[in-house]
């Protein structure tokens, strides 16, 4: 969350807003390396940081900013879903179809970092390449599946749990699930990651992934709009 950006971001001066609307989630500007950006980050201290219709919104709005000044996007993941406790399912299509859109159909330079969970709609809305993502980097420890580990356990792996040890072989299904399928390194085998980063490496690369961008996005011929 917000610890993060002041971490990556120049002198740790950045600027969030929203924060009363939509605390689940981080968005604001900073620079980094010399580069304004625009960036929207998990808060994890919120609703465990998870998507709700004011999240899609406010991500919505500063991705369709940052877009119409070309500013880079950073966006950092660590979200488990939806937020369960909304039940108004006309809200989320709304609101998330509408994020969807703010990513798939712009041009300004866009870099993720699944920096702890990417479960379900947290990954395909987030942090997903068919969105159009530059690049996409995972930390080490990071978990990203379909279904947290707990759920695909429960949902596909049931039958394994044996009789009489139910906690000591749940965990360990929970343990394997995590390291075989939804581990970064499988992610990155799937072609949904660029590369896995340690934290301490985490600032140079994405200041390096900015310039690259940057000077994609400048060599690019100026399209007219009409």
Do not use: H
């Not at 993720?112 to 995972?138: E, Q, W």
């Not at 399928?181 to 990155?188: G, L, Q, V």
Request: charged share 25%; aromatic share 10%.
């Amino acid at each position: 969350g917000e610890a993060l950006i002041a971490e990556i971001s120049d002198k740790k001066n950045y600027i969030r807003l929203f924060a009363e609307y939509a605390p689940e989630i981080a968005v604001g500007f900073a620079s980094v390396g010399g580069v304004g950006c625009a960036y929207v980050a998990s808060e994890r201290s919120y609703r465990d940081g998870a998507l709700t219709p004011a999240a899609c919104r406010v991500i919505t709005k500063i991705q369709k900013f940052a877009d119409a000044f070309a500013l880079p996007m950073l966006t950092f993941v660590d979200c488990p879903g939806f937020d369960n406790s909304v039940t108004d399912n006309a809200f989320y299509l709304e609101s998330a179809s509408a994020m969807c859109d703010s990513f798939a159909f712009s041009s300004n330079p866009k870099i993720t970092t699944v920096i702890g969970r990417a479960y379900g709609p947290g990954f395909v809305y987030m942090a997903s390449k068919s969105l159009g993502l530059g690049t996409c980097f995972a930390l080490t420890d990071s978990v990203i599946s379909a279904l947290s580990p707990e759920a695909s356990v429960a949902f596909l792996w049931n039958d394994k749990i044996k009789e009489g040890d139910l906690t000591a072989s749940r965990e360990m299904l929970e343990l394997d699930w995590r390291e075989k399928y939804a581990s970064p390194n499988d992610a990155a085998l799937c072609g949904e990651v660029d590369d896995i980063l340690t934290p301490s490496e985490l600032r140079p690369r994405i200041v390096s992934a900015l310039y690259m961008l940057l000077g994609k996005l400048r060599s690019q011929p100026v399209r007219r709009k009409r």
